[in-house]
């Protein structure tokens, strides 16, 4: 019992999961929007998704529709991809995939080129990559010129 076994592909420390109604609507977008890939699924005898773990990436996200023991729960995600050009293109392809915008695509002032969107379950997802080095004190001085909300 003592043996080390090694996590599975994809699950770091900390797997960030969600409780959402129509998980299945959930797994075709983060297939369509997002390139993922269904790695283990399970079905309940209702046709509830019940659990299933989708790689995007390096990284696995589990999803599960809310029972009556587990209540709906969707997430905040980060999806990171290589530049701003990416940022636009995914951004566009979530909207097509069923997605709804939260914010288009911007540069703020910590260095990140980024949009937000809310996929057919609810989980809020920030698309983004990193486009300029920002020091700590750049970040606050241009934090300083941001309108208050």
């Known amino acids: 019992m003592s043996k080390k076994i090694p996590r599975p592909e994809g ?13 299945a609507k959930v797994i075709s977008f983060l ?3 997002f390139g993922g890939k269904v790695v283990d699924r399970y079905d309940g005898p209702d046709g509830a998704v019940y659990h299933a773990e989708v790689m995007l990436g390096d990284s696995v996200v589990m999803l599960g529709e809310p029972q009556p023991d587990h209540p709906a ?7 990171y991809v290589d530049d701003a050009v990416a940022v ?21 002032p910590w260095g990140y ?21 920002v020091s700590h004190d750049e970040i606050m001085r ?3 010129d941001m309108p208050k909300s």
């Open 142 to 144: 241009r934090m300083q």
């Open 88 to 108: 636009e293109a995914t951004y566009r392809r979530a909207l097509d995939a069923g997605a709804t915008s939260i914010t288009e695509p911007s540069t703020q």
């Open 31 to 33: 297939e369509r929007a």
């Open 73 to 79: 729960m969707p997430a905040t995600l980060s999806y």
């Open 11 to 23: 699950h770091h420390i900390v797997v960030p999961a969600a409780v959402v109604p129509a998980t």
């Open 113 to 133: 080129r980024s949009a937000c969107i809310a996929d057919p379950g609810g989980n809020r997802w920030t698309i983004c990559a990193i486009v300029e080095q």
